[in-house]
């Protein structure tokens, strides 16, 4: 009777679609892209970088002239400025 496992193992596949084939449809069309975001004062800005904290904060920064930015959505950005006193940090 080599059947049954197989007729076992195939019942377990349904069932583990039915249950989370709903979820899954669902939480997937909540997902959609944005438009493309300019980081304010990053004009003629060159090699930009983005850090990530714990709790989602994102910090793009870009090298030329040295400045930073912060979002918490990933949409809205707020220029923080020049950590240091000049771009090249000296």
């Known amino acids: 009777m080599r059947v ?3 007729v076992v193992l195939l ?3 349904v069932s583990g679609f039915l249950l989370i084939g709903p979820t899954a449809a669902s939480a ?3 997902i959609r892209f944005h438009a493309p975001v300019t ?3 990053s004009e003629d800005g060159n090699e930009p970088s983005l850090a990530i904290s714990n709790d ?3 910090y793009p920064s870009w090298q030329s002239p ?3 930015a912060k979002s918490s959505d990933g949409v809205n950005f707020v220029n923080i ?3 240091d006193g000049t ?3 000296t």
């Open 4 to 6: 049954r496992p197989f």
């Open 11 to 13: 019942g377990s596949v």
């Open 28 to 30: 997937g069309s909540g």
């Open 39 to 41: 980081l304010p004062g």
């Open 56 to 58: 989602g904060v994102r």
């Open 66 to 68: 040295g400045e930073f």
């Open 81 to 83: 400025g020049i950590p």
């Open 87 to 89: 771009p090249s940090g």
